[in-house]
């Protein structure tokens, strides 16, 4: 798995991420979702016309990986619609990125959250480093009870934390308490975030399985309900179809790629997709609004070895 992203992404490296200079390199006219602190005022008056600036980067940059560790993205793991859980493609994940980052150089950090920041791991490079935070997460004790998910207080303690400009790799399945998309935008002025949504098949459809209790992975509260019943099925399907039309808006108006891996999909292809995304994004600017990108990673084939 990563040698073929390091493969397709070595010589191309900022397809993915790009780094942060104060080097002043060129002027181009202002496109939808460019940085407005990056605006020259002086050539804007002058041309009567928008213009930023682009500054060379530094190949080395600081990352950070946002953690949602609450009890539903412990989902799948058991009950779920495949082998592996929600928790488990976001550790794929970050084995993935973390190493791939460090061999170049960079640093990166991770943020925990469980129902509130209660683990901080200092962002620096190496093997090691990044072998210790994938212990650390994967050693974590899952919760069997917790207050519901609030993102909108995580996003913020972060806030804290992330002084410098860095990439944020916030990856949560977004199952929250109302009220995180002002956090999140205010994280997006400082830093290049990329929101990575965990997800599994039966959160958007539920199949016919007659007579069911479902219980809150958080709250614990259970609910007895018939799966026979196709109003059920449909109103079930509109509440999901709901959640999504809510977060593809939040992202939207903060100006954040989404990045959607699923736990019975291929995370290589997704990733490799991102980066494509992105690049023929900056390669080929657009006029006017657009929606913001959705990359969801192929079927993942039975046995596949990821």
């Not at 480093?129 to 004790?141: A, E, K, N």
């Not at 709901?242 to 019975?264: H, Y």
């Amino acid at each position: 798995m990563l040698r073929r992203l390091d493969g397709l992404l070595q010589g191309d490296y900022r397809t993915l991420v790009r780094g942060f200079g104060l080097d002043l390199a060129d002027l181009r006219e202002y496109q939808y979702h460019d940085d407005v602190r990056r605006i020259d005022w002086n050539v804007t008056a002058r041309l009567q016309t928008p213009y930023v600036r682009e500054y060379h980067e530094e190949r080395e940059v600081t990352a950070w990986f946002l953690l949602d560790l609450s009890p539903s993205v412990h989902f799948g793991n058991s009950g779920g619609s495949g082998a592996r859980g929600k928790h488990q493609v976001s550790a794929e994940l970050v084995a993935v990125l973390a190493r791939l980052l460090t061999r170049h150089g960079n640093r990166v950090g991770a943020l925990f959250y469980g129902d509130s920041l209660d683990t901080v791991i200092p962002a620096r490079t190496g093997r090691r480093h990044v072998l210790h935070l994938l212990h650390r997460m994967q050693s974590r004790p899952a919760r069997a009870r917790s207050a519901a998910t609030n993102l909108g207080e995580f996003l913020q303690s972060a806030s804290n934390i992330m002084r410098r400009r860095s990439i944020v790799f916030l990856v949560s399945d977004f199952i929250s308490v109302p009220g995180w998309a002002a956090p999140l935008a205010r994280l997006a002025r400082r830093h290049e975030i990329v929101a990575v949504r965990l997800t599994d098949p039966l959160e958007h459809s539920l199949p016919d399985l007659g007579m069911l209790t479902m219980q809150d992975a958080e709250t614990g509260e259970q609910l007895f309900v018939d799966t026979h019943d196709r109003g059920f099925r449909r109103r079930f399907a509109a509440a999901a179809g709901k959640r999504e039309a809510e977060f593809r808006t939040v992202l939207q108006r903060c100006g954040i790629d989404a990045l959607e891996l699923s736990t019975d999909g291929e995370i290589v292809d997704a990733v490799l997709r991102f980066a494509d995304l992105r690049k023929r994004r900056r390669q080929t600017p657009t006029a006017g609004s657009r929606p913001v990108p959705r990359v969801q990673q192929p079927a993942r084939s039975p046995g596949a070895d990821t």
